[in-house]
């Protein structure tokens, strides 16, 4: 009798259970009830969610450099100029139009009738404005600090001189910390509310910390056309099993770093799309050329290294063949990248060189992060030594941890070999300033080479695009193929999940991708 | 019993200087620091230390932590780098969820411990007995974020939400998962603590005066066997609380527990400090409430605390 009751019991909770299931089903479909019509009378869903790997933490765009918070104030701010993610050209987005009198003096003009999601016209105030806050925030301050005068035109018209000059200064202009913000909005609200106000097509609506973020399209918008969808959410889903199960259930049109592992199931499954776009990061195994002791401050090692490593093997290994072998230290999509040879894979040159300076035998260190990717490159970097007879240790760390050993004291911290990537901005000086020039913040191989500092120099100060253009490719065969502080591998394949019918989601090469425009057809 | 409150509660004061001090410390000690991963890529030594400046992260780790020590005492936890706001606000924020989990998967851990652990006992070496161990077993020893990213596979296609917060539904597998270890847990203590007390000679009189076994079990056997139920319950939460950081993570549940381990893999010294002197809190005034639980059921204890 009593079993029978229990047996009750638990089919009582079965049929509770399949209850919630069933209510669960009709709350996924009412996700998918139509919104926005485009002017073919096409239906938009009306609410589009993304789920991001990381936390949004705030909107303020100077006081940040994370990539998720940057996505979603891309949405609801906008730049003075900005990378097209089509063409990949550095443009106007809040200016019409720029013009470099002399390296250290620049004029602009602001587009018209801009309007500000607190119903204010854009002018040269706000801009002057924003340089101004810009240059008390420690995220922003080095954007600015070149800035010596700034003079208000009219309304639409301003000039900027420079301390020195930058022929690049229209990139720099393009960074994510350099949103432009409204001068009315923080003279009449909070600042916590002021900095939410933008003239992007997202008007910022609700964020619940660790959970969600929620932006309304800008109905009385001028700047772009009125989105089609009506809500844009960004889910914060950390665990990339559970945004790719999402996806798969409805319950979100569009995942964020898909796992590697699942790229299959994104393009063969119907109803779901893989977006690629090659990114620009470039991963390398670098040496650390202070460490007096260790054999790869001798460049022969290292050119035997470039010349031993299989790229194209290690690009499987570590990113299932969605990457491309990268021939030169620059970046492909940046401004002046040549397409040099590099130095090509010479298995029989590596072991020439390696048996002439008795590598054989060898026990080298190597420090990376524990990312998966980099966990792969140096189990791969392993195999390949060992070929060799160079045994490789590795040793992993958090990123956090790596950086700041790799960029401490080199003749101190004990790194020989490390695996590190560098995301460089927009323009070709930023790809060799940091992670090249004796005073880069980056300069994980610790190099000090007088030379190659001033033909960074001079090449950021050249006028001549041509002159310029022969420097960038001086510097990419000599630091690629002669000095070798480090070895170009791979760029790797940026890659999006997304539904059937989404379209607008363009990949930034930099992480901060684009859906100012995303939408998806019902 | 007041007194024994109040001692209590003084003796968490040098468990939380013990347990700040010992955080800020391995925090400061692990490589890395969030101020570089703050700042740009480009930024400049002198950039980097206006930053430390700001966060009130610059100077030797002795006097930072004194530094915050003495903030601590006057209610003001500090401002968290990573997020840029006051510690308190989110914690306070995000306590909610945590809270509704871990009640929730309270619920869900007695709603099963206590019937299962019944019955198993009841039915000793029995079908049902066996089955019970198989399934508390399977409970106990299975990890919680496993079981979580299992249930999302099974269930989520069926229509539960995979993720997220906002209504009871998805409450409902974050729960479950997180629950099942502890129903584990208590359906063994349950059962072996029934087994002891239907043994008793005060049931068998029960039993032979006809009081019906339905009584007999609920009234006389379950009240004494709730002892170190409680006991085991009490040293669970602490687990409860543990595994909440793993559930968090796999369910995207806006929790403190994951929000811990952002500030952990952040290096946001102050924010992780701040939680993990809450969870401090929170669990000891959890073990002090079931400590004054036990007053309330064995009259013995309460008379105790009287002397």
């Known amino acids: 009798m009593k079993s029978k009751k229990f047996v009750a019991l638990l089919m009582a909770a079965s049929v509770l259970a399949t209850t919630a299931v069933g209510c669960g089903n009709g709350s996924q479909s009412s996700q998918s009830s139509p919104g926005g019509s485009g002017a ?137 910390s350099l949103a432009i913000l409204s001068k009315e909005a923080f003279e009449t609200m909070e600042e916590s509310e002021a900095v939410k106000i933008g003239t992007g097509p997202w008007v910022f609506d609700e964020f619940v910390s660790g959970d969600h973020v929620t932006l309304t399209r800008f109905e009385e918008g001028t700047l772009y056309p009125i989105p089609n969808t009506k809500k844009l959410t960004f889910r914060m889903i950390p665990e990339a099993s559970a945004r790719m199960i999402a996806l798969e259930n409805g319950e979100v049109d569009v995942i964020m770093s898909p796992s590697a592992t699942d790229y299959s199931r994104l393009t063969e499954s119907d109803g779901l799309q893989l977006i690629t776009e090659t990114g620009r990061t470039q991963h390398f195994v670098g040496f650390n050329l202070q ?95 060992q070929k060799y007879g160079i045994t490789l240790n590795v040793e992993y760390m958090q990123q956090a941890a790596l950086t700041e050993l790799c960029t401490g004291d080199g003749t101190t911290s004990g790194v020989e070999m490390y695996i590190l990537s560098w995301t460089p901005g927009k323009n070709a000086d930023y790809m060799f300033r940091n992670p090249i020039h004796s005073s880069g913040g980056r300069n994980y191989s610790h190099l000090e080479d007088p030379d190659i500092d001033a033909l960074i120099d001079a090449a950021a100060a050249e006028v001549d695009t041509e002159k310029r253009a022969e420097m960038y490719l001086e510097l990419q065969e000599r630091l690629t193929c002669e000095i070798i502080p480090w070895i170009p591998i791979a760029q790797n394949t940026l890659t999006i999940g997304a539904a059937e019918g989404v379209t607008g989601v363009l990949i930034h090469p930099g992480l901060v991708h684009q859906f100012k425009f995303c939408e998806r057809l019902i | 019993m007041f007194r024994y409150i109040i001692k209590r509660i003084l003796m968490m004061i040098p468990v939380l200087i013990a347990v700040s001090f010992v955080v800020y410390f391995l925090m400061d000690l692990a490589p890395g620091d969030i101020i570089s991963s703050m700042a740009p890529q480009d930024a400049t030594e002198a950039e980097l230390e206006m930053m430390r400046e700001q966060w009130g992260l610059n100077g030797p780790l002795i006097e930072r932590y004194f530094r915050y020590l003495g903030d601590l005492l006057t209610g003001d936890m500090g401002m968290s780098p ?226």
């Open chain 2, 82 to 307: 990573s997020l840029r706001r006051p510690v308190a606000e989110v914690f306070i924020e995000r306590l909610p969820a945590t809270l509704q989990l871990a009640l929730a998967a309270t619920v869900v851990a007695l709603i099963i411990s206590v019937p299962l652990g019944i019955a198993a006992a009841t039915h000793h070496r029995s079908f049902l007995d066996g089955i019970s161990m198989v399934l508390a077993m399977i409970g106990v020893s299975m990890p919680a974020f496993w079981l979580g990213l299992l249930l999302i596979m099974w269930f989520s296609p069926l229509g539960l939400p995979s993720g997220g917060s906002g209504t009871p539904l998805h409450l409902v597998l974050p729960a479950l998962a997180l629950g099942a270890g502890q129903a584990g847990t208590l359906t063994r203590i349950t059962r072996s603590s029934m087994l002891d007390v239907i043994r008793q000679d005060y049931l068998r009189t029960a039993r032979a005066k006809g009081v019906s076994e339905k009584q007999v079990i609920r009234k006389h056997a379950l009240k004494n066997a709730l002892i170190p139920i409680i006991t085991v319950f009490g040293s669970t939460l602490g687990n409860l609380l543990g595994g909440a950081v793993a559930i968090e993570t796999v369910f995207s549940w806006p929790g403190i527990g994951r929000l811990t381990v952002n500030a952990v893999n952040q290096r946001d010294t102050t924010l992780a400090t701040g939680c993990i002197i809450m969870f401090t809190v929170l669990l000891t005034v959890t073990m002090l409430l079931v400590d004054i639980a036990y007053a309330y059921v064995d009259p013995r204890i309460k008379a105790q605390y009287s002397k």
């Open chain 1, 40 to 176: 073919t009378g096409t239906q938009y869903k009306e609410e589009i969610i993304i789920a991001m790997a990381d936390e949004f933490t705030t909107i303020d765009p100077m006081e940040t450099t994370a990539e998720t918070n940057q996505i979603v104030q891309d949405c609801t701010h906008d730049l003075l100029t900005d990378t097209n993610l089509t063409t990949m050209q550095n443009e106007g987005e809040l200016l019409e139009s720029w013009e470099m009198v002399t390296p250290d003096h620049w004029t602009f003009k602001l587009k018209e009738n801009v309007t500000f999601h607190d119903g204010t016209i854009l002018n040269t105030d706000d801009v002057e404005f924003t340089l101004q806050r810009a240059a008390e925030k420690p995220t922003a301050a080095n954007y600015v600090a070149d800035i010596k005068e700034f003079n208000k035109i009219d309304d639409l018209n301003f000039e900027i001189y420079l301390t020195k000059g930058n022929v690049d200064f229209n990139y720099t202009l393009a960074a994510n």
């Open chain 1, 291 to 385: 460490n007096e002791g260790f054999i790869g401050t001798n460049p022969e090692f290292r050119l035997a290294v470039s010349k031993a490593i299989n790229k194209e093997e290690m690009i499987i290994a570590a990113w299932d063949g969605y990457a491309q072998v990268s021939t030169s230290m620059m970046c492909r999509d940046m401004e002046y990248y040549a397409d040099i040879e590099g130095v090509p894979y010479d298995p029989e040159g590596a072991q020439e060189i390696f048996d002439r300076l008795g590598c054989n035998g060898m026990t080298i260190d190597l420090v990376t992060s524990d990312a998966s990717h980099r966990v792969k490159m140096a189990e791969n970097l392993q195999s390949q030594l």
